[in-house]
């Protein structure tokens, strides 16, 4: 088991700035590569970005590429997402996921542990 808290979340202007964290729990969080998913209203779960657990490759959805950075600090056992120029599409339920193997990032189902969520509300 791998329980997984996200925080960080909250109201922001459009153009601002949120920093998303998601603490794991356990001693093999470096084993498992990480990723964030979001869920607006009405829409199904999406890929955001991952990270995979030797740090080698990160991925990012093209409506996030350029603006999102995921990293990952071992030692703390947590993982963040940097979000800049938020913009309104960007207002979500964030959610963050660790699996065991190392493929397949982008695949929702893949992820064998999940957080509870933390809500971001862009706003003009």
């Known amino acids: 088991q791998v329980p997984l808290v996200e925080s960080g979340g909250g109201l922001v202007q459009a153009g601002g700035s949120l920093r998303l964290s998601c603490a794991a729990s356990?001693?093999?969080?470096?084993?498992?590569?990480m990723g964030w998913f979001r869920q607006a209203p009405g829409k199904e779960r999406e890929f955001v970005a991952a990270i995979r657990s030797n740090f080698d490759l990160t991925s990012y959805a093209d409506s996030v590429n350029g603006r999102f950075t995921i990293s990952r600090d071992n030692a703390k056992n947590t993982v963040y997402l940097q979000m800049n120029s938020l913009k309104l599409e960007d207002t979500a339920v964030y959610y963050c996921?660790?699996?065991?193997?190392?493929?397949?990032?982008?695949?929702?189902?893949?992820?064998?542990?999940w957080g509870q969520g933390t809500q971001v509300t862009v706003s003009s």
């Open positions: 356990g001693r093999t969080f470096s084993n498992y590569s």
């Open positions: 996921a660790a699996k065991a193997r190392p493929y397949n990032l982008r695949l929702l189902s893949s992820y064998n542990y």
